[in-house]
């Protein structure tokens, strides 16, 4: 049998071995990575299916950097989950051919985007391929729960929290968010004006603090409180 990680890099074989799917067969894994693209993506909105051939829905794999999904209407946004390396972004999505939800890539990715339709084969013929899958299906419904919860039960200064810790990355000058207040209301469903004050709140404690279009958690444990 041809070596599938053949024409993919170190990286992307490591981050496979981390994710969710790392139990399937060698045989399932092969047949869902062909036609797979192994790509490097900047920050921004995520490609439509429809500039991709024989994409339906969005189906990948972040090797590296943050992916967001989330929700949205006319005025207000609301994010559904956070995706890092070894996590897969689309499972559900493919199994039921489509989703209203929407995606950015948070810091730049590297990423393996797959064709959809292998994944649906591959769990439709091989049962021990649906079980892993529908693992996953099924830890990402109670991640979803957990967030929609939060939403509803928690204040916006512990969702602020919540969202600057997700979001964090560890740079030389400490743990880092790069996010305008405006995409912080956007995450957490509230307005920015709202998000403002938070940040101002957390700036006088001394919880983090702005440089430029950064902001640097300088007591991450003091966050981890307030997210409680």
């Known amino acids: 049998m041809e070596d599938p990680w053949a024409r993919f890099s170190g990286e992307v074989r490591g981050a496979w071995s981390g994710s969710a799917l790392a139990g399937l067969s060698a045989t399932a894994t092969s047949y ?15 490609p439509s299916p429809s500039v991709t051939p024989h994409q339906d829905t969005v189906f990948l794999l972040v090797v590296s950097g943050l992916v967001r999904t989330f929700r949205r209407n006319d005025t207000r946004q609301v994010t559904t989950r956070y995706a890092g390396r070894c996590d897969f972004v689309g499972i559900p999505s493919v199994l039921r051919h489509g989703s209203s939800a929407h995606g950015e890539i948070l810091a730049d990715a590297h990423i393996l985007r797959m064709v959809p339709s292998r994944l649906r084969e591959a769990v439709r013929h091989d049962p021990a391929a649906a079980w892993v899958v529908m693992q996953e299906v099924a830890r990402l419904h109670d991640a979803a729960v957990d967030m929609a919860c939060d939403n509803v039960f928690l204040s916006v200064r512990q969702r602020v929290a919540r969202h600057l810790l997700d979001l964090a990355v560890r ?13 912080i209301a956007d995450a957490v469903g509230s307005v920015r004006e709202v998000v403002s004050r938070v940040l101002r709140e957390l700036r006088e404690e001394a919880l983090v603090t702005r440089t430029g279009d950064r902001l640097v958690l300088t007591r991450p444990a003091g966050l981890t409180s307030n997210h409680r």
């Open 171 to 183: 740079e030389p000058g400490g743990l880092t968010v790069y996010a305008s207040h405006q995409d």
């Open 32 to 46: 869902i990575l062909q036609g797979a693209v192994e790509t490097h993506m900047p920050v921004g909105p995520l």
